[in-house]
């Protein structure tokens, strides 16, 4: 077939078919016709037709461009740079989906509902999810994850919304809100069931400096520092461990303020019962150096049970000995006093 020439008269009037005046900012309709390695292929009316990046289609690397535009199928598309040279327009279907979604998301926040997020990444101080294609952040104070943090990248997550600002850009969401309000009522029935004395089974959720949070089936309950064991503990992570399994005794309960206290060493016999029938005063023992103040030594004379070894006493023996005292060295001691209802044992240097 010759070649078809036409005159500029004519290439002008076909022009006229394709009277648009698109701009960058604009939101127009436009049907996918093909997929190259930049992107899609958008008719938008335009005289060429669009192109639409991949970054603008993907919210994820792995995402498959084909799955989320699919050809012949007509979308949303947000005009991002005005014509080029050769006729051609930019444009974006992620930002669309994006303004649609956080119109969605607003509402579940009103609505107080629960969304489901795919961790992105961890990153310092909590985690990244993509939530309805929206980018999001979890503070670790409202993860209640099981799993370490670091090992959670892909994995669904239910969420509650704290805040949206899409301006501002910031999204953030909480998993311990969807834990704890779902615990509501089962809290108010677990209570209802406590007692005092009661041993119950619990796990490890959380370590602080002065003890360990115990999930007692949907209550969280305080194991104190000081009823972790009978022997002296310098740090709960040194007994305990996250995620781990125990049996505990509830010392005490608020029902007002939904408090709950353990004891993990109740459930061990009493070392001061029993040192009471193998201890005297004026006895010569042999014990273990367990910690050195200022003050003096505290030396346990039975397993569990500590006594006081005065400062004056520690001088006095190490320079006898012409040696330092220090954690774990052995020393015999003589008990000048014992009060096992006080629980305290008074020492002094075995001549």
Request: charged share 30%.
């Amino acid at each position: 077939m010759p070649p078809i020439h036409i005159s500029d008269e004519e290439f002008a009037e076909l022009l006229k078919g394709y009277d648009y005046n698109f701009k960058k900012g604009d939101l127009v309709k436009g049907t996918v016709i093909n997929f190259d390695s930049e992107g899609a292929l958008i008719d938008i009316g335009s005289k060429t037709s669009a192109l639409c990046p991949n970054h603008e289609i993907k919210n994820n690397k792995d995402d498959v461009v084909e799955q989320i535009l699919e050809k012949n199928n007509e979308y949303e598309f947000l005009i991002t740079d005005d014509e080029d040279e050769n006729g051609k327009f930019t444009v974006s279907y992620k930002r669309v989906a994006a303004a649609y979604n956080i119109k969605k998301l607003e509402e579940i926040k009103a609505k107080d509902e629960i969304v489901t997020g795919t961790i992105v990444q961890s990153v310092k101080g909590g985690l990244l999810v993509d939530v309805l294609g929206v980018r999001g952040f979890v503070p670790s104070s409202h993860l209640r994850l099981k799993e370490d943090e670091n090992n959670v990248v892909g994995k669904e997550i239910e969420l509650k919304i704290l805040t949206l600002d899409s301006v501002q850009n910031n999204f953030i969401l909480s998993n311990r809100k969807v834990y704890t309000d779902s615990l509501e009522e089962i809290r108010k029935d677990i209570f209802s069931q406590l007692e005092e004395g009661q041993v119950v089974k619990g796990e490890v959720v959380r370590i602080a400096d002065f003890g360990a949070f115990v999930d007692i089936g949907g209550v969280d309950a305080l194991l104190p520092l000081s009823q972790i064991s009978w022997r002296w503990v310098e740090h709960p992570s040194d007994i305990l461990k996250i995620g781990e399994k125990i049996n505990v005794e509830i010392l005490s309960i608020d029902f007002n303020k939904h408090r709950v206290s353990l004891s993990l060493k109740n459930l061990e016999p009493d070392p001061w019962v029993e040192a009471k029938g193998k201890i005297a005063e004026g006895a010569k023992l042999k014990g273990k150096i367990i910690r050195i103040k200022h003050f003096g030594a505290f030396v346990e004379v039975y397993p569990a049970v500590e006594a006081l070894l005065p400062q004056a006493d520690v001088i006095e023996y190490q320079n006898k000995a012409n040696t330092i005292l220090a954690e774990n060295d052995e020393i015999d001691v003589i008990v000048t006093k014992f009060n096992p209802e006080d629980r305290r044992i008074a020492l002094s240097i075995a001549e």
